[in-house]
Each structure stands twice: as structure tokens, then as C-alpha cells.
């Protein structure tokens, strides 16, 4: 039995927890506030993250370093550097693999599918933000300081995503729902248990290690193709959609911090925006999720 410490208890965090514990190892579990499952195998601690020294202790015995942290959109420029450095000083002081949730941010805009060769070109400071941490992070392990990979996912599907912020509900209820993003450009939307999988899988795969890895996904789909599967799946009437015009997302952006984020994201809906995994699948043999069953899971975690 290992032992595996997550920093984050999010729907990542939580979904990889649960995960190590069916299979019989030990994960401590650190949030701010000690939340997570409560299930046997699973310490959930309470923490400072950023507290270097504290960090250190609790993953003392770890063979892994999870980072699924997952800071308001707003604060990152406040709450990403002081983690990234603690989590980078643990790992090479512990010597766990340290390994990354992270996103397709830092690509910016692209033409054609984001692979496991396209090259991270955003521009944007928020967009560089978690490319910079990966820079980081894969300069101490090309010099031996620790041993790091991260893997990286579009649009989640169950939770934290278009389905659970603004559209899953309005669907279960058979009301109209409005989507802050345009209704037919391609996208890719991942599962949260497929982030799971493939975080544990390259945590625990030398080959892995030194590189960025893309989540297995499945086919893009615009936002009324999901909306319809997502009422199909789940015995809902129709989707009825209606896209929410872009100058009344920008004033409400005035008001609301998260809206006024939705900006700096925007071209990922406005242009095709496709995850390539192939690399990751012929590499570990992983595969996504079902898109029914991943919607299922939205849908019950929208139920409550």
C-alpha cells in the first residue's frame, strides 16, 4: 500500500481519492476546510497548502504529489504562485512524483486539434499562468530536483462546467436554458472521471514523467449537441436553448467576477476548440468515459 496526497478536494481531487482508496491505498486528502468523501483509506486534513513547511510533513511519506487545486478564476494571480512554489519545495524535498490537474489554457487560440505537439502559444497573462507552472515545474525535474508530469483536460462534463453552472438544471426542470456560450461551434468536453484515470495512470508511469499529457476525450460536440444528448440521456423534455448575446455577458461581467473571467476565455466557444488524446491512449491504453454515462453522472450530481 502507498500513500498519495492530494492537495484540492474538488470533483478531481475527490474523484481521485476515491479512486486510490477502492484500490487499497492510503491518500490524505488537503483542503483549506478538511472536506472530501468520507470513506475508509481517505484522510481528509485541513491545511494551508502554501505553507511550505506543513505541506512538506503531510506528504513526508508520499509516492505522489497531487496538485487539483483549484483557485476562483479571479484570485489566480494572488493564489497560484505561493501554492505552485510550495508544491514544487515538497516534492523535491519529499521526493514524490509531483502531478498536475491542469487545462488547455495555455494553447490559446488554435487551428485545427490541440495534440500532444501543439505548441503552447497564449499570450494572455491568465492564459500563461498554468503553462508558467508547468515550466516550473518540468525545469526541476529535467535538473533532477523531482520527477513531474501533468495532465490536461478541456470543459469538464459532471461538474465545474457549462452543464453545472448554467445549463444542467434549466434542462432537468424542461425549461428553457441560456448558455453564456454560442450554441453551435465544436468543443470538446471531458469527464471528470477520465481526469482521475489518467492522473493516477501517469503518476505511476515512468514514461510519463517530464511530459504534459492530454485526457482522453471524446468527440467534439457543440453546446446544442450536448444540450440534446444531455436531455435525451436523462428523460428530460427537449433542450430549449437560447444564447445569451455577448453585450449583456460583458456589462454582467461588471457585477460578477466570474462572468467578467468568461472574457478572457471566450475564443475557446467562438472557434473550434478539439482535444487530441490519441498520444495518451496509445501510450497508457486509456479511453474516455461514454459520453451517456458521463451525462448520467452530471445529471445525478445536479439531482444532489
Known sequence: MSEHVIVGAGAVGS??????????????????????????GIERVAADATDTQRLTELAAAAAVLYNCANPQYHRWFTDWPPLASALLTAAARTGAVLAAMSNAYGYGPVRGPIGQQTPAAATHPKLRLREQMW???????????????????????EQNGLLSFALGKALLAGRRA????????????????????????????????????????????TVRQLATRFATVNGTPAAKLTAIPY?????????????KELRTTRYQFTAPFVIDASATTQTFGLQPTPLDDALRDAAARLRG
Open 15 to 40: 474523484a481521485i481519492a476515491t479512486l486510490l482508496a477502492e484500490r487499497g491505498e492510503h491518500v490524505r486528502l488537503i483542503s483549506r476546510r478538511g472536506t472530501g468523501p468520507e470513506c475508509p
Open 135 to 157: 515550466q516550473d515545474a518540468l525545469a526541476a525535474h529535467r535538473a533532477g530536483r523531482i520527477r513531474a508530469t501533468e495532465v490536461r483536460a478541456s470543459d469538464y462534463i
Open 178 to 221: 441560456y448558455s453564456p456560450a454560442p450554441l453551435d461551434v465544436p468543443h470538446s468536453w471531458t469527464a471528470i472521471a477520465d481526469c482521475a484515470r489518467t492522473l493516477i495512470t501517469v503518476a505511476a508511469d515512468e514514461r510519463a514523467y517530464g511530459q504534459a499529457w492530454l485526457v482522453p476525450t471524446g468527440p467534439a460536440l
Open 247 to 259: 453585450p449583456v455577458l460583458w456589462a454582467y461581467g461588471e457585477f460578477s467576477p466570474m462572468v
